[in-house]
C-alpha cells in the first residue's frame, strides 16, 4: 500500500495533446521530486520541489512543467511530447531536503506518447 | 559518465542462502547510500541506509556494508525469501543536496 498517489496509471497521448500526471502524499512530507525511467535504466531525477519551490531543475525541456499548488500535491504538465518521452514517471516524497531523508516512491505513471 | 555502478545485472540465489548485492561509486563526496528494492508495476521502496561516516548498518535480513577506501558497498540478505526477487537499486547522496544518484540496478531471482 503505496503512501504516494500517481495518476493515473497508464497514459497514452498524441504528441499535440495536453494532460497532466498528479501526485499526492499526505505523510507531511515537505520535498517532492518527479523521475523519469525508462525500461532496464535508473530513475533519472527531472524536479524538487521544497517546501512548494522548486529547488531543482535537472534541464528538463520546457514541454514537461512541474507545479505545486501545495505541500500534498505535485502535477506534471505535459504538452507537445515526443516519441522519445515515453517512460515509466515516478514521483516520490521525503520528509526534508538533505540527502539522508530517504525518498518514498509512488508507482508511476506509464506514458506512451504515439 | 555513471557515479553509481552495480556491475551486475542479475543475480540468482537458493532460497535460504545469502544474497550479496555489490555497488561501487566514483564520487567522493557522496554522504549517503541508500538501497532501494523494486517490483515490477511498482515504485521503488526504501530498505536501508548508511551514513559515510559508518561501516556498517543492519536492519533484520538486510546488511549493508560500505568501504570508503574502496568505494564499495554491498547489500546482504541472509537468509534470502523468494519475496526478495526484485530489482534492487543503489543509490547516493550528499548531506546538503537533494540529487540522489541511482545505479543501474540489480535484478535478484531467489529460487525456491
Known amino acids: 500500500d503505496t503512501e504516494v498517489t500517481q495518476t493515473p496509471k497508464h497514459l497514452v497521448m498524441g504528441m499535440t495533446n495536453k494532460k497532466s500526471l498528479k501526485c499526492e502524499q499526505h505523510?507531511?512530507?515537505?520535498?517532492m521530486y518527479w523521475y523519469k525511467q525508462k525500461a532496464k535504466k535508473p530513475p533519472e531525477l527531472m524536479f524538487v520541489?521544497?517546501?512548494?519551490?522548486?529547488?531543482i531543475n535537472e534541464s528538463v525541456p520546457s514541454r514537461f512543467s512541474p507545479e505545486c499548488p501545495n505541500s500534498s500535491l505535485l502535477n506534471l504538465h505535459l504538452h507537445a511530447l515526443q516519441p522519445e518521452d515515453s517512460a515509466l514517471y515516478l514521483c516520490?516524497?521525503?520528509?526534508?531536503?538533505?540527502?539522508?531523508?530517504?525518498?518514498?516512491f509512488g508507482d508511476g505513471t506509464r506514458l506512451s506518447i504515439l | 559518465d555513471q557515479q553509481v555502478k552495480q556491475n551486475s545485472p542479475s543475480l540468482s540465489v537458493q532460497e535460504g542462502r545469502i544474497s550479496i548485492l555489490n555497488c561501487d561509486y566514483t564520487?567522493?563526496?557522496?554522504?549517503?547510500f541508500l538501497w532501494y528494492k523494486k517490483y515490477p508495476a511498482e515504485g521503488p521502496t526504501f530498505l536501508i541506509s548508511?551514513?559515510?561516516?559508518?561501516d556498517k548498518n543492519e536492519d533484520g535480513r538486510f546488511t549493508v556494508f560500505l568501504n570508503k577506501s574502496a568505494k564499495h558497498l554491498s547489500l546482504h540478505i541472509v537468509p534470502s525469501q523468494p519475496g526478495d526477487s526484485a530489482v534492487y537499486f543503489c543509490a547516493a547522496s550528499k548531506l546538503y543536496g537533494q540529487n540522489f544518484v541511482f545505479g543501474p540496478g540489480t535484478r535478484l531471482s531467489v529460487l525456491p
Open positions: 505523510m507531511g512530507h515537505r520535498a
Open positions: 564520487n567522493s563526496m557522496f554522504d549517503y
Open positions: 520541489y521544497s517546501y512548494e519551490k522548486l529547488s
Open positions: 516520490a516524497s521525503s520528509q526534508g531536503q538533505g540527502g539522508n531523508q530517504p525518498q518514498h
Open positions: 548508511i551514513s559515510s561516516i559508518k
